[in-house]
């Protein structure tokens, strides 16, 4: 049974792009909470066996699990492996993602096509793969990665604030019909956190700052994590965009 100190208890949680920063911190998060831990990586392997490490020295099984999701057979090839390995999937948190810096002149088919791959049809398609089990069992947290992006256009560029934008669509989509199994569904979208790959700048450092942040430094990992898994263990809380970006943006 799970308990306040582990609500992931006798859960498999599943963690998208767990070599970043952000997804390791996660993948620790939930396993503190009593979760096993399925994470996934593309590239930086090493890192994401690091994270895996921490999550059994908490005492939880861990598996790593390479995944391009810019190959559409991988979301129901990888909920299949996590399914033998570890067990259905009762959490997910889709934070794998793509974020090439274009124009939107200089954005072509190849990369917008692989973007959205990535950021939106990749989550998407996970989720197809692990929903009908959580709905049946009557119980499960799926969380999407955005952006604050999705809301501002960001930086990076049309193809990716576009992919991110239509996460939210798709979260309000299945948040609705799945909350009366027992299943939430949210996104949370984050902006300018710091010791990432995308922003790779000390959080501490006031002089990182590629912009005015009214809490005037970056945002952890750690910061979205915890938030992350909050939202998680709160079942009362479904349909949700909540951004994260220290006071960027008003919502």
Not at 8 to 13: D, P
Request: with cysteine; proline share 5%.
């Amino acid at each position: 049974m799970a308990s306040e100190q582990f609500p992931f208890a006798h859960r498999v949680a599943l963690v998208t792009g767990a070599s970043g920063g952000i997804g390791a911190a996660t993948a620790r998060l939930l396993a503190d909470g009593g979760a096993d831990v399925a994470l996934t990586c593309h590239g930086h392997r090493e890192d994401a066996e690091q994270a895996a490490e921490q999550v059994r020295a908490a005492g939880r099984r861990a598996r790593v699990f390479r995944a391009d999701f810019a190959d559409r057979d991988v979301p129901e090839q990888l909920a299949r492996q996590v399914a033998d390995e570890l067990g259905a999937v009762d959490v997910l948190v889709a934070g794998a993602g793509a974020g090439e810096q274009r124009s939107w002149e200089e954005v072509d088919r190849q990369l917008w096509d692989r973007t959205l791959e990535v950021n939106l049809s990749a989550p998407f398609f996970l989720a197809q793969q692990v929903l009908p089990g959580m709905v049946e069992r009557g119980w499960g947290r799926v969380l999407f990665l955005s952006s604050i992006a999705a809301l501002t256009g960001g930086v990076l560029g049309a193809h990716y604030a576009a992919s991110k934008a239509a996460l939210h669509g798709l979260t309000h989509y299945l948040a609705s019909r799945t909350a009366q199994q027992g299943v939430t569904v949210n996104a949370i979208a984050p902006a300018l956190i710091g010791d990432t790959r995308m922003v790779p700048l000390d959080p501490n450092d006031p002089e990182a700052l590629p912009l005015p942040i009214p809490v005037g430094r970056l945002g952890t990992p750690e910061e979205v994590a915890d938030l992350s898994v909050a939202m998680l263990r709160n079942g009362y809380l479904t349909d949700k965009v909540i951004t994260l970006d220290g006071g960027l943006h008003a919502s």
